[in-house]
């Protein structure tokens, strides 16, 4: 994923979601494992985003789970951090 990335978690529905900010109009879902699921741009396969269903619940397993996604995410600050 490049771009800007986007976090949306909904609380009630305990649903985790992370998007690049301009997904493509066109995507599909792939089950990646239980309750996960990674998005793909369907013209270039590219990975557009990250969906965990019942998030706290795998919030104890979430290293094994990062692992079996096919996606390297890289941080970077946009400002520095203030002290």
Do not use: Q, W
């Amino acid at each position: 994923m490049n771009g800007k990335i986007d976090i949306y978690y909904d609380d009630e529905g305990d649903f985790l979601e992370i998007t690049i900010a301009n997904p493509p109009k066109e995507s599909y879902c792939e089950d990646v494992d239980e309750d996960v699921f990674i998005r793909r741009d369907e013209k270039t396969g590219e990975v557009v985003g990250i969906g965990i269903l019942n998030f706290k619940k795998h919030t104890k397993d979430l290293k094994d789970i990062l692992v079996k996604v096919p996606v390297k995410i890289n941080f970077e600050l946009t400002e520095p951090l203030k002290a």
